[in-house]
């Protein structure tokens, strides 16, 4: 009933850019948070960022001062824009979306984000 889908992923070299885009859609009401994780070759899934639906952030040590996550509520949207990309930033990007009814999270299929040096 609800789908989580992301886009936006691609090759970038060391020090360029990518923005990427999570949607969630169906009967969808209230989100209370969405947030992008990470998976790299032979590493376990990890948090990037978060936002809550009252726009309060979270990010990891890693990312921060280089990612930003942003949110459209009304399109059940979130982005996150990724600078001065680093080769350790590559990896499988995956949205998630907590349902605010039920609390439930959803899962994206992830997109592939590669990073040369």
């Known amino acids: 009933q609800v789908r989580v889908v992301e886009s936006g992923g691609g090759l970038v070299q060391a020090g360029g850019s990518l923005r990427l885009s999570c949607a969630a859609s169906?009967?969808?009401?209230?989100?209370?948070?969405m947030g992008w994780y990470r998976q790299a070759p032979g590493k376990q899934r990890e948090l990037v960022a978060r936002i809550t639906s009252g726009g309060s952030t979270d990010y990891a040590d890693s990312v921060k001062g280089r990612f930003t996550i942003s949110r459209d509520n009304g399109k059940n949207t979130v982005y996150l824009q990724m600078n001065s990309l680093k080769p350790e930033d590559t990896a499988v990007y995956y949205c998630n979306a907590v349902i605010a009814s039920g609390y439930r999270s959803y899962w994206g299929q992830g997109t592939q984000v590669t990073v040369s040096s």
């Open positions: 169906g009967t969808i009401f209230s989100i209370n948070a």
